[in-house]
């Protein structure tokens, strides 16, 4: 990140904007040294780094870019932002099968070095998301196929289940989809590479729609009072 110093908050933040030709509202900065000066003000001067969200776009793309580069492999790389710290990124390559990786083990993994990279360079957490020519919204239809199939079944039994190893992305889409499933729930147990998600019955939970009715009933019942 660059640098920038005034002798004021106000003229430091003026002149990051002005350089980045943006309005001072969209910088993000941090104080690095702040000097309240001695007699009348001298030597005084504040000292700041900032950034804006479309310069950790075009890092992301130049990492990815780099890389790709250096190992010789042509690649396609779209960046786009989904919200305030949040980043998409595509990959189409010549072998998009050797990116992808094993249950897409080698996907997540480039992910997590980006991310980390991005995180350490910007100094705060922000999350970056990679597909491969749509590899992950495939997968995770199929994965709500399976643990819909699953979850029935944990309801007709009335035995958990425990699913076999996923990324965190993926366990966080089982989540998500279950969360209005009725009478079962999710827990996650175990740490690291051996992270699985259970399915567990639960005959006290209802689906959010279900809630949403028998509290519309309730309300009629007590306006008929």
């Not at 900032?50 to 042509?74: C, P, Q, R």
């Not at 480039?110 to 597909?131: G, H, M, P, Q, W």
């Not at 190893?165 to 690291?192: C, D, I």
């Not at 399915?199 to 009629?220: F, H, T, V």
């Amino acid at each position: 990140m660059k640098r920038y110093e005034a002798k004021t908050l106000d003229a430091v933040l003026e002149q990051a904007a002005k350089d980045k030709k943006v309005e001072k509202e969209d910088l993000i900065y941090y104080t690095i040294e702040e000097n309240p000066g001695g007699l009348f003000g001298i030597g005084k001067k504040i000292v700041i780094e900032a950034f804006v969200m479309s310069e950790v776009k075009d890092f992301i793309y130049d990492y990815l870019n780099k890389f790709f580069t250096g190992i010789g492999l042509k690649t396609e790389i779209t960046v786009k932002q989904t919200d305030n710290h949040s980043f998409n990124v595509n990959l189409s390559s010549e072998n998009n099968a050797i990116l992808i990786g094993k249950a897409g083990q080698t996907m997540q993994s480039l992910a997590t070095v980006v991310k980390t990279a991005t995180n350490s360079e910007f100094k705060r957490k922000i999350n970056v998301s990679i597909d491969i020519n749509g590899y992950k919204e495939g997968r995770f239809e199929k994965l709500e196929q399976m643990v819909d199939r699953i979850a029935k079944t944990v309801v007709k039994t009335k035995v958990s289940a425990r699913l076999g190893a996923m990324t965190s992305e993926e366990r966080k889409v089982v989540h998500q989809y279950l969360s209005n499933f009725p009478k079962v729930r999710t827990e996650s147990e175990g740490e690291g590479a051996n992270r699985r998600l259970k399915i567990i019955y639960d005959d006290r939970k209802k689906s959010s729609k279900e809630g949403k009715e028998n509290g519309n009933l309730k309300s009629r019942g007590d306006l008929e009072k």
